[in-house]
């Protein structure tokens, strides 16, 4: 036998399909598996490598020299496939000409950019919560009813989008972030509406579709200034687009299914509603909405004593890293009490999430509302996942909640 192209003799191998549905809907027992079988792991199905252990994923997401985005942050290798979609100026950019986008949307997406954003929020979450328990329900799909419903009516209106279409979000990002994996199954099922919902996206992003004074048009703002040409503006607000809706609606998802789960956690909540925000990030860490995420080497590199050849394609397994026993002190366990930052379920370095405080507001005035109104909640039924490539995401999350007396 001949050794796969990208592999070194005595690098730990496996045969597992990570993108196969089993693993994508219960993914722990091969994170565990990866983490033990070494550091980098070569992939044999995909011929990547695989890290997964917090130290090494770290140090690759922080390290843009050596692991770049720019030949693509899925499986497909940019320099020799042409990709489904132009690159996202972002994501699938490097420095330099990563960098006059990253700070346009860092303004627009500042904290302060979004302080005027917090009351309309909070007061969204409060009418969103009182009209549920107004229809006396006390079992519910918290999925739809409120991880979906929520980011949905906020951030699209935050944007500035217009009315019409508004449901094309979300299986717009179902795609993209299908897209990042191999060409397996899901991709091929979202192949029929690739054209259509790229082509309203596509229309989503110019100047004439976004509102006054909406993120969008600050983007647009930016393009009048100099700051980015009018080429580039329409791609940024498409990475709002992309970025911005699953993983939110996902993410509150992880985070009511954490509460849900672990009551306890909830009582603490009540107690401390402050602590809001680190329910959050807690929750990011460990469901780790954003699951995976490619790099490719672009030299070859030693990464814990064994060699990345230049070209290789480098899996990072956010979701195995954020539950790392090396890092992590009872790491399968959701717990308030703990500091998850440092968590990489946004990333880190320069690439990470720039959308982070906008996805930490919604939380904050959703859980906010919420915990003002709910003694207790809990499952009411099995959960159910929806598969996709890279999202660790959600179809229903049936609870019982217990109104405050
Ligand atoms: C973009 C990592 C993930 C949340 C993401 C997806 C798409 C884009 C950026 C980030 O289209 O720029």
């Known amino acids: 036998m001949t050794p796969a192209p990208h592999a070194t003799a005595a690098q730990p191998t496996s045969d597992a399909d990570p993108f196969a549905p089993d693993h994508l809907a219960r993914p722990e027992p091969l994170h565990q598996a990866l983490r033990e079988a070494g550091p980098v792991v070569h992939l044999t199905r995909y011929d990547v490598h695989a890290l997964a252990r917090y130290q090494e994923v770290r140090a690759a997401l922080v390290d843009w020299q050596t692991f770049q985005s720019g030949a693509g942050v899925g499986l497909a290798d940019f320099r020799h496939e042409k990709p489904w979609r132009p690159p996202s100026l972002l994501l699938e950019a490097d420095p330099p000409h990563h960098d006059a986008p990253r700070r346009v949307l860092r303004d627009v997406l500042a904290p302060p950019a979004l302080h005027r954003l917090r009351q309309t929020w909070r007061a969204a979450a409060e009418e969103l919560v009182d009209d549920l328990l107004a229809s006396g329900r006390t079992e519910f799909d918290a999925f739809d009813t409120l991880a979906k419903a929520f980011p949905l009516r906020v951030f699209p209106d935050a944007v500035g989008l217009g009315a019409e279409g508004r449901e094309n979000l979300l299986p717009y990002g179902n795609m993209a972030f299908n897209a990042f994996g191999p060409r397996n199954a899901l991709v091929a099922a979202d192949a029929p509406r690739v054209a259509e919902l790229s082509a309203w996206v596509s229309a989503q992003c110019t100047r004439e579709a976004l509102a006054e004074g909406g993120i969008g048009a600050r983007i647009w703002a930016a393009a009048d200034?100099?700051?980015?040409?009018?080429?580039?503006?329409?791609?940024?607000?498409?990475?709002?687009?992309?970025?911005?809706?699953?993983?939110?609606?996902?993410?509150?998802?992880?985070?009511?299914?954490?509460?849900?789960?672990?009551?306890?956690?909830?009582?603490?909540?009540?107690?401390?509603?402050?602590?809001?925000?680190?329910?959050?990030?807690?929750?990011?860490?460990?469901?780790?909405?954003?699951?995976?995420?490619?790099?490719?080497?672009?030299?070859?590199?030693?990464?814990?004593?064994?060699?990345?050849?230049?070209?290789?394609?480098?899996?990072?397994?956010?979701?195995?890293?954020?539950?790392?026993?090396?890092?992590?002190?009872?790491?399968?366990?959701?717990?308030?009490?703990?500091?998850?930052?440092?968590?990489?379920?946004?990333?880190?370095?320069?690439?990470?999430?720039?959308?982070?405080?906008?996805?930490?507001?919604?939380?904050?005035?959703?859980?906010?509302?919420?915990?003002?109104?709910?003694?207790?909640?809990?499952?009411?039924g099995e959960p159910r996942r929806h598969i996709n490539n890279t999202l660790r995401s959600w179809a229903s999350l049936p609870i019982r909640i217990r109104p405050a007396g």
């Open 225 to 380: 200034r100099g700051d980015l040409t009018a080429q580039q503006a329409p791609l940024v607000v498409r990475s709002l687009l992309t970025a911005g809706v699953d993983t939110t609606v996902h993410g509150l998802a992880a985070t009511l299914y954490a509460f849900a789960t672990h009551p306890d956690q909830w009582q603490r909540l009540r107690q401390k509603p402050e602590l809001a925000r680190v329910a959050f990030d807690e929750a990011v860490r460990w469901q780790s909405p954003v699951q995976t995420f490619f790099r490719t080497a672009t030299t070859d590199v030693t990464v814990a004593g064994t060699v990345i050849p230049e070209g290789a394609k480098i899996l990072m397994f956010l979701g195995a890293a954020n539950r790392d026993p090396a890092r992590w002190t009872d790491p399968d366990r959701f717990d308030l009490g703990r500091d998850p930052s440092g968590h990489v379920g946004f990333g880190m370095g320069i690439h990470q999430c720039v959308g982070q405080h906008v996805a930490r507001l919604e939380a904050e005035t959703l859980l906010t509302a919420l915990v003002k109104r709910v003694d207790h909640l809990e499952l009411a």
